[in-house]
């Protein structure tokens, strides 16, 4: 096994060195134009492209996925040596989104042969691009309470579709919708279905939303009379919730991992970056940061962030020893969205009025954080609220009465 | 990157020593020693049991006695102890006076002394401290040469199992002013030589440390242990070994404290349900699990990288110790709040929990000190 893996390392590592461009060595996987972002140049782009399709072609955007749905049927360690060698490389992954991380693996389980390879492989070349409908004006932490609704036609083989989506992360940049809508009113949990829709089909409104932070990340999405097709329904007509539980579980271990950008957030410094500013507001008296206070809060807050990264590695190693996921996976998506945001409160804090800017000023780096300070503000709200993670934690991993 | 999960034989060492611990050294046993009148603090039968398994010397090499194993194994045994607050003399004897033999003493003394200590026939304790905090390197006790012996003159508290030790190591300081660090030495002192007085001081957790005082202790010149002046630079390194160990055995202890509130969550009823179902206390519950995971990742970490012998073990050591104090003080108290009235009571093991932890807590530097060190390793 070790033999073969050292054997599959090389070639990865052979491959790799002569295939992709060094353009990209180094370079972040790209967000969609946001105020602030300069969009990479035309060459690199044009590489990453090339890269994306040479990837897909290996099976290698979806490694662990059948080779039928165009992954490259990986086993997890040889998946995780693809991945170690990417790192080594300082290379982004091909391709990241939620046909990856959430509704492929969901159709690997829930999937009917036709839908598994409809969908599989043009979510793995990027061609399909999933946004996820779950989230209404009236339903946040208490999803089931949805009420778009779904009803077939006269010919039984199309739903019309009327209602209204919020939160919808990246709606106005994808083309393909899974959704949960309302089949059957008089039942909460189970007259609920999970379709998939096609973004471009008439009657379907995209509004993104203003933040506080000035960004758009997420959006609201209107149904007038949209029609979806009866094939397109995963698992059985009304038991949808149970699909939805599936996916949402592929979310939130994805959360906490940083495979959904949930690692080193843009515009906020790390490492000595964050200390070389800290001292530059602070000032220091021989070598120490001069307010002991701060100093003493971000001397915790820095052991707490080395304590979580050994908590995920430790979680990688008993994974790879047992292969179950330990209790400690389910606390990621809470602990790391939480400890995200203790950081830039403290760094609000360091920056004293130099983080109060909202344009221009003397510093871009400042502004840019400022605005990533106020943009995680959602993530303790979205994918299941910190709350939400507190009692789901209760229930399944420390087994409390309900 | 550091083994973060036990080895199939580590586990086992984690099994057979919980299951020792829980069968020689219950909390009952804890209780008896304490209400005895001519108690030491110590759990003696058990520390024979101990070393007739091998596991007082497991980490020092074989040719001491010792088995020759790693850290992370005491480590191992260390968190079983905490979880059943067993009163042993690992840190005092194995780790800080045993640890500071091993790292500084000649191999006549080795060869003298710490197959004696594995074997629990020795008893050893380091006393270092002078101030009511943790401040290795503030020594005004004095050795002064008289031809070929050096006379001890001074105090020293927190003496950790001084009153029932059998050999004492004494920092003292041959030049320089006290809180610099170069200057201090370290001897090895009986503690029956004319001059010694040691006063017991019976702590909150049931256990004892003494008060030292050395009135113009004579001790030849063999009696130096390590390079003269250069004791601090043994002090630091074997402080922080015994640090990491502390932190297995708290993280025992707080991994314990919580199961048995987790129970009590479980098992409670008021208003005609269980009170685990209120979901004020299971948020407050999850807070400590997840917590807790955190403390058990740094723990492994910092025993991993004892064993590897990593530049990292002083910055571990104090990351270690913060965060565990803090979790400790976490959760010790919200087990006693979530105990209610009854967690008040002498007769429920939670208090008995609280008050080892405080010690430990304090014990080697607390919360503030760690962070404090960490900021300075990290220079800011």
Redesign the interface.
């Known amino acids: 096994m070790t033999q073969s893996l050292d054997t599959f390392r090389g070639e990865v590592r052979a491959w790799l060195e002569s295939s992709v461009p060094t353009s990209l060595y180094g370079r972040p996987y790209p967000v969609p134009s946001e105020p602030g972002v300069e969009p990479e140049p035309k060459e690199v782009a044009a590489d990453r492209a090339r890269y994306l399709e040479q990837m897909a072609s290996r099976g290698w955007t979806a490694p662990t996925w059948p080779r039928e749905y165009g992954g490259a049927g990986l086993s997890v360690p040889e998946a995780r040596v693809l991945h170690e060698e990417l790192e080594r490389l300082r290379l982004a992954p091909p391709l990241l989104g939620m046909g990856l991380s959430m509704i492929g693996p969901t159709l690997l389980v829930h999937g009917n042969e036709a839908q598994k390879q409809k969908y599989l492989p043009r979510i793995v070349t990027g061609e399909y691009r999933f946004c996820q409908g779950f989230s209404e004006p009236g339903a946040g932490s208490d999803l089931a309470a949805l009420r778009t609704s779904a009803v077939l036609d006269a010919t039984g083989q199309r739903y019309i579709i009327n209602g209204s989506k919020i939160w919808t992360s990246g709606a106005q940049h994808a083309n393909w919708m899974f959704m949960l809508v309302r089949t059957d009113a008089s039942s909460k949990h189970n007259g609920i279905t999970f379709l998939l829709v096609d973004m471009r089909t008439p009657g379907i409104e995209v509004r993104p939303i203003r933040l506080i932070s000035g960004n758009s990340m997420f959006c609201e999405v209107f149904f007038n009379d949209v029609t979806a097709e009866v094939s397109d329904v995963v698992g059985q007509v009304d038991q949808g919730w149970t699909v939805a539980k599936t996916l949402l579980n592929f979310e939130r271990s994805g959360m906490g991992t940083g495979s959904l950008g949930g690692g080193a957030r843009r515009g906020v410094p790390t490492g000595n970056r964050l ?1 070389a500013l ?2 530059e507001a602070l000032g220091e008296r021989a ?3 001069s307010d002991g206070h701060l ?2 809060q ?3 807050l ?3 962030e ?3 990264s ?2 995920l ?2 979680a990688a ?2 994974r790879k ?1 047992s292969g179950a996921p330990g ?2 996976m389910s ?1 990621f998506k ?2 790391q969205s939480e400890l995200g945001q203790r950081r830039d409160e403290l760094l609000l804090q360091l920056r004293g009025h130099s983080a109060l800017a909202w344009e221009g000023g003397d510093a871009s780096e400042d502004v840019a954080f400022t605005r990533a300070w106020l943009a995680a503000k959602a993530t303790t709200i979205y994918g299941g609220t910190s ?1 939400i993670q ?2 789901i ?2 229930k399944r ?6 | ?5 036990l080895t199939p034989e580590q586990q086992l060492l984690r099994d057979s020593a919980q299951q020792l611990l829980r069968a020689a050294a219950p909390i009952s046993e804890l209780r008896r020693q304490r209400d005895q009148p001519a108690a030491n603090g110590l759990q003696l039968e058990l520390w024979r049991e101990l070393a007739q398994l091998g596991w007082i010397g497991s980490s020092f090499p074989e040719a001491y006695g010792g088995a020759g194993l790693g850290h992370t194994e005491l480590g191992v045994v260390l968190e079983a102890c905490g979880a059943t607050l067993a009163a042993t003399p690992l840190l005092s004897s194995v780790l800080l006076a045993g640890g500071a033999i091993l790292e500084a003493g000649s191999e006549a003394q080795k060869l003298e002394l710490l197959p004696a200590i594995a074997s629990g026939e020795l008893l050893a304790a380091l006393a270092f401290e002078e101030r009511p905090r943790f401040a290795p390197h503030h020594v005004e006790c004095t050795a002064e040469r008289s031809g070929h012996a050096f006379r001890l003159t001074g105090h020293k508290r927190f003496v950790l199992d001084g009153y029932a030790a059998d050999k004492l190591i004494v920092s003292a300081r041959t030049s320089g002013a006290s809180g610099a660090r170069t200057g201090v030495s370290l001897f090895l002192v009986d503690p029956k030589s004319p001059g010694v007085r040691i006063r017991r001081t019976a702590l909150i957790d049931s256990r004892s440390a003494a008060t030292l005082s050395l009135e113009a202790v004579e001790v030849p010149a063999a009696a130096l242990l390590g390079p003269i002046d250069q004791g601090a630079e043994v002090l630091d390194r074997v402080l922080d070994r015994a640090v990491i160990g502390l932190c297995a055995e708290l993280l025992g202890l707080v991994t314990q404290a919580y199961e048995i509130t ?1 129970e009590y ?2 098992t409670r009823v008021q208003f005609d ?2 009170i ?2 209120f ?1 004020a206390l ?2 407050r ?3 400590m ?2 917590e807790l ?6 723990v ?2 910092a025993l991993s990288a004892v064993d590897r012998r990593a530049d990292d073990v002083p910055l571990l050591a104090s ?1 270690a110790k ?2 565990l104090c ?1 979790v400790s003080r976490l959760v010790t108290r919200e087990a006693i709040q979530l105990h209610g009235g009854i967690g008040m009571t002498d007769e429920h093991d939670i208090g008995l929990y609280l008050k080892r932890a405080a010690v430990a807590e304090a014990c080697l530097g607390d919360l ?1 000190y760690h ?2 060190r ?3 390793l ?3």
């Open positions: 200390i800290a001292k070598g120490e940061l100093r003493d971000l001397a915790g820095l052991i707490d080395l304590a979580f050994f908590t590695e430790r190693q008993s020893a209790p400690e606390m809470l602990y709350e507190r009692n934690i209760a991993v420390l087994k409390l009465p309900q | 990157m550091p083994q973060l999960t987790l969550l479980k349900v269980l685990g179902s979901q299971q948020h519950a999850v807070d699990f997840c995971e955190l403390a058990k990742s740094i492994a970490a990351a913060a965060k803090e503030a962070r404090d960490f900021a300075r990290q220079r800011f």
